[in-house]
């Protein structure tokens, strides 16, 4: 299209979806309850990690929203759409945003979870995103007011943020990138003594978390062997693991069948590095909360003699979320579906990022993809931000979605249905406000289900790597 054409299908789409209707929200009585919906979700997970998924789930309405994100796709089905279709997150919530190092070795700032992407309305990540904000700022104890402040400031710079890139060259969208160097020099003027000092120790501890310190945390020695230090039910070795269809020995087979068909899925290039280590050992790991059940793993590799180590991450991708209510993707392999989309929606991604299809696995045929497990990964506190701080970084992750969705889809278009007023901020203001209310009945619907034996729930232990979570849940 041409610019004057972009801009005139983005301002017909206020017709076919008003701005200020972006404000509703009332569940559809036809919709499954979000409790049917989750059970059917751990049918196909590993049956004895679901317990500590909804043991996660239930420690606060926060923790639940992020398991949620199939009740939510459920409820964002019948609310107003644009038409203007783009990569979506699919869970865009504020604890799948974060720090990690590029493959040039800078700390960047982006999303950082994409296992529910595809093809999708925008509106459904900016929604997720504000809610979250209205969530996370009752859980920290914020006024009605400041929590509005903060989800419509984010809105707001989500907005500004598609014009800015609706005037600017396709390559400069695509160059686009929160460097977190800058981003802490820009944003130090905006925060207190005692936030930057949060910052910079966040920043300091991102730059911790690389393979060697994984491999001080997870991995033991015995005669000069290095392995995976067993930590069950969070990290169990594959040489422990009896259930699920199959014993330990079996496990480790299959998973080096799966890292035989990601080495011929690389690059080249990546291939040549890949082949620099040699695997050591491989363990499943529980990981975040909406993810638990999953097939996740993490394999150790060692290279130059067993001096230089390699943690990849392993994680069985099922079909999105959004499928059920926007079609199918078009992927046949839903780790491919992950990793075209996050290398869409992300400036810079994993070097290690990869997918893999594995007919067999414990019986069933499974896809996967992979990345490192650690590269300098970081997130905010988010349960310590208080309202001025929410409301900064609540505009930062406004940026950062505008950035990825101005990289595939009609940013002009998108830009023009937006406009230069507030309407759509209002709006998504009131609909997050209307969507914590019913996430915090939907929270206590799952406390009560567990309460009376409906669901069982199991000890979690700590949460490891998930953004906000307090440590012990």
């Avoid at 009585?29 to 049918?43: F, G, I, K, S, Y």
């Avoid at 919530?93 to 309305?121: A, C, K, Q, Y």
């Avoid at 001080?216 to 259930?243: C, M, N, Q």
Wanted: some cysteine.
């Amino acid at each position: 299209m041409t610019r004057q054409q972009s801009v005139a299908r983005g301002r017909s789409a206020r017709g076919e979806a008003p701005r200020a209707g972006h404000a509703e929200f009332t569940r559809n009585p036809t919709r499954p309850e979000p409790l049917t919906l989750l059970q059917q979700q751990a049918t196909t997970r590993v049956p004895e990690l679901v317990p500590i998924r909804y043991s996660r789930m239930a420690v606060s309405p926060f923790s639940y929203f992020r398991g949620a994100a199939l009740p939510m796709a459920s409820d964002l089905a019948d609310t107003p759409r644009s038409g203007l279709d783009v990569q979506v997150c699919g869970d865009a919530h504020l604890g799948n945003f974060g720090v990690f190092g590029s493959p040039e070795r800078r700390l960047v700032f982006d999303i950082n979870d994409f296992d529910e992407t595809m093809s999708g309305p925008w509106e459904w990540d900016v929604k997720r995103l504000a809610t979250s904000l209205e969530i996370a700022g009752r859980e920290n104890g914020h006024r009605a007011a400041r929590r509005r402040e903060s989800v419509v400031a984010a809105v707001a710079a989500y907005r500004r943020a598609m014009r800015d890139f609706a005037e600017r060259p396709v390559l400069d969208v695509w160059y686009a990138v929160a460097d977190v160097a800058a981003l802490q020099a820009k944003l130090a003027p905006r925060l207190g003594g005692d936030r930057r000092k949060r910052v910079a120790r966040t920043i300091a501890k991102a730059y911790t978390k690389d393979n060697l310190g994984a491999l001080e945390r997870f991995a033991g020695s015995d005669g000069g062997r290095s392995y995976i230090v067993a930590d069950p039910p969070l990290v169990t070795p594959a040489r422990d693991l009896v259930g699920d269809g199959y014993r330990g020995t079996d496990v480790l087979a299959d998973l080096r069948d799966v890292l035989g068909a990601y080495r011929a899925n690389l690059e080249p290039e990546r291939r040549v590095l890949f082949d620099r280590y040699e695997l050591a050992d491989v363990a499943r790991k529980v990981v975040g909360v909406g993810s638990v059940g999953a097939r996740t793993y993490m394999a150790l590799l060692l290279g130059d003699g067993g001096r230089d180590p390699l943690f990849l991450q392993a994680k069985e991708a099922a079909p999105s979320v959004l499928e059920p209510f926007l079609g199918p993707s078009g992927f046949g392999n839903e780790g491919r579906r992950i990793v075209v989309g996050q290398r869409l929606m992300q400036t810079v991604s994993d070097i290690f990022l990869g997918w893999v299809r594995v007919q067999g696995f414990d019986g069933h045929r499974r896809d996967f993809y992979l990345r490192q497990l650690r590269d300098w990964k970081g997130s905010a506190e988010i349960e310590t931000l208080g309202p001025k701080a929410m409301r900064i970084y609540g505009e930062v992750c406004g940026w950062t979605l505008a950035k990825a969705h101005a990289r595939s889809g009609d940013r002009i278009a998108i830009a023009a249905y937006l406009g230069s007023g507030p309407s759509f901020d209002r709006a998504v203001g009131e609909f997050a406000r209307a969507y914590a209310d019913q996430n915090e009945r939907d929270h206590r619907a799952l406390v009560d289900a567990i309460g009376d034996g409906r669901i069982a729930a199991g000890a979690g232990g700590r949460v490891t790597e998930t953004g906000g979570l307090p440590a012990g849940v």
